[in-house]
């Protein structure tokens, strides 16, 4: 059990949605949270991390800084999802050991298994099989920071882990359209097809893949879990524990907003990988279980959107 009231923690990407979760959550631990302000801290630069890092004092870190996006700018921005994500996990963990932090938390993606690994994904599957190539440049990137942890344990002893979320939601996730994930643009299409009083919005793809989603504050919390109750070198999945495809998904978020037309498809839009359920056997034989419906997520991020963006758009 590592005792997480009064440490120091640095949670890298503390504006991002799942960073800022993480942030409250250590807070309500009695953790006092680290932030780098990015104007000052590229971390894509190793002299600035290792400047931040420098003699803070700092007990544990959390890796939730990264580039993320959607199906489009994963295939549309391959150099920045593979260097940006490169850079900022090796500055991060080599830093962190140069400042002799013995604790670290790296959060890393279900894209890193392979397209058809068999489902639900368990934590095996990894390296067994060839990407998805919509993602591979952010999956590479998510598997080295695996192997950074478990370098890392291995040659110095770090107690460096890792967690792999599934698709992540919830209040403060980007809405733009190009590079957002499914939840978000279909949240914001709903939205302003219902006040333009539209026909139709459209999905991209079939509509068929299925998609498993956990809300951010429900990943907080299982990330606060493993680093109080895990140690080791394999990677710990942080899923939902069941999936939907993208068409239901769409129903249920056109009733979430109120929007009664149809869904028409841009089969012009690739559908990515079908199907990334996640074993969440692990996590939950430690003893750790989601608490927040699907349902009742897409309310509360449809009502985040209308409080922080939706007006006006
Ligand atoms: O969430 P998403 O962009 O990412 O797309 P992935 C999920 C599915 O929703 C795909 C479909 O089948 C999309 O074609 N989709 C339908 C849409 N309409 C839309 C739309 O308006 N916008 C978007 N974005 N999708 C990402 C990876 O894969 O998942 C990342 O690219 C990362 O690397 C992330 O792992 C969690 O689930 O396909």
Redesign the pocket.
């Known amino acids: 059990m590592y005792r997480l009231e009064g440490r120091k923690v640095w949670v890298a990407g503390h504006r991002g949605m799942v960073g800022s979760a993480v942030a409250r959550r250590l807070a309500s631990e009695g953790c006092e949270i680290v932030s780098a302000d990015r104007r000052i801290v590229d971390l894509k630069r190793q002299a600035d991390v290792e400047a931040f890092v420098g003699d803070k004092g700092i007990d544990a870190v959390v890796v939730a800084a990264a580039k ?5 700018a ?1 295939e549309t921005q391959p150099a920045e999802f593979l260097y940006d994500n490169l850079m900022i996990e090796a500055n991060i963990i080599e830093a962190s050991h140069r400042a002799g932090i013995d604790r670290l938390l790296f959060l890393g ?3 890193i298994y392979p397209k058809f690994a068999p489902q639900p994904l368990t934590e095996d599957a990894l390296l067994t099989g060839p990407l998805e190539p ?2 591979e440049w ?2 590479v990137a998510k598997i080295a920071g695996i192997k950074l942890c478990q370098a890392y344990r291995a040659q110095y002893g770090r107690d460096y882990i890792s967690a792999m979320p599934t ?1 992540l939601y919830g209040p403060g996730d980007n809405f733009d ?1 190009q590079s ?4 978000p ?2 949240i914001r ?1 709903a939205h302003e097809a219902k006040q333009t009083g539209a026909s139709a919005i459209t ?3 079939t509509g068929t ?1 299925r ?1 498993e989603f956990l809300h951010a504050d429900d990943c907080a919390d299982a990330l606060v879990f493993l680093l109080q109750q895990y140690s080791g070198a394999e990677h710990v999945n942080v899923g939902f524990g069941d999936d939907i495809s ?1 068409l239901d998904l769409t129903r249920l978020v056109c009733e979430a907003v109120g929007f009664e037309g149809e869904i028409v498809h841009d089969l012009s ?5 079908p199907r ?1 359920l996640m074993s969440n056997v692990r996590l939950r034989e430690m003893g750790w279980e989601p608490r927040i419906s699907l349902r009742d997520g897409i309310v509360e991020t449809y009502n985040w959107f209308l409080a922080n963006q939706g007006a006006g758009q």
């Not at 993320?68 to 489009?72: E, H, Q, S």
């Not at 957002?180 to 939840?183: D, E, G, Q």
């Open positions: 993320v996006g959607g199906i489009l994963n993606s279900s894209c919509t993602n952010y999956a698709n359209l957002s994930h499914v939840m643009a279909l299409k999905v991209w793809g893949p998609r993208i839009k690739k559908d990515g990988t990334k």
